[in-house]
């Protein structure tokens, strides 16, 4: 399985950039996605193959990378912005990223 | 719109089986792969289960393989997932996923939830 590793947990102001790391233990080419989920809610396409920004997200979202390491950043980041991140790689049988907890201070 | 609305779920006892359905509106559902995503509490994701259009062809982790079956009725609109010799670790909350291009999940259902338990 293609193991996809994330910091657990960020907190930042709003207003101020942040960027969350996904490394995969294998080449996934650009097969990278980006998912937002919510407390009690389903999780949300935010970026798929790496840098394409999903219908209706908006433009403070952004992806980026190849390879093994991608990154997503929100700039610059909002109160409603507070979720857990997951990325998802499909290169291989679909696997998914523990998980980053965006905090705001 | 797109939705998405799984049901079937509750609690169910180790080493019994709960069918899992997922009713599809808001696109032509025969053009997509679809799949079941599931989230054990407080934890990551799990992929679980991808059909082909057609429902000629599926896809599981080893973790469920054997265990649990896929299926699909395309005049129904309708995703279902068979699962048998259920296990505590199965305790989850069971999303239902249009697949869209190569493995993106870009439309899920609000959920359901499974517990196994005695």
């Known amino acids: 399985d293609t193991v996809l590793t994330q910091s657990p947990a960020l907190a930042v102001s709003p207003g101020e950039r942040v960027s969350i790391s996904c490394r995969a233990s294998?080449?996934?080419?650009?097969?990278m996605h980006w998912y937002q989920q919510k407390p009690g809610q389903q999780p949300k396409l935010l970026i798929y193959k790496a840098s394409n920004l999903a219908s209706g997200v908006p433009a403070r979202f952004s992806g980026s990378g190849s390879g093994t390491d991608f990154t997503l950043t929100i700039d610059p980041v909002e109160a409603d912005d507070t979720a857990t991140y997951f990325c998802?790689?499909?290169?291989?049988?679909?696997?998914f990223g523990g998980g980053t907890k965006l905090e705001l201070k | 719109e797109v939705q998405l609305v799984e049901s079937g779920g509750g609690l169910v006892q180790p080493g019994r089986s709960l069918k899992l359905s997922c009713a599809a509106s808001?696109?032509?559902?025969?053009?997509?792969?679809m799949a079941w995503v599931r989230q054990a509490p407080k934890k990551g994701l799990e992929w679980v289960a991808t059909i082909s259009t057609s429902g000629s062809r599926t896809y599981y982790p080893d973790s469920v393989k054997g265990r649990f079956t896929i299926s699909r009725d395309n005049a129904k609109s309708s995703l279902y997932l068979q699962m048998n010799s259920l296990k505590s670790e199965d305790t989850a909350t069971y999303y239902c996923?249009?697949?869209?291009?190569?493995?993106?999940?870009?439309?899920w259902g609000q959920g359901v939830m499974v517990t196994v338990s005695s």
């Open positions: 996923a249009r697949v869209w291009e190569l493995g993106i999940f870009d439309y």
């Open positions: 808001g696109f032509t559902f025969s053009n997509y792969y």
């Open positions: 294998e080449g996934v080419n650009s097969y």
């Open positions: 998802q790689q499909s290169w291989n049988d679909p696997t």
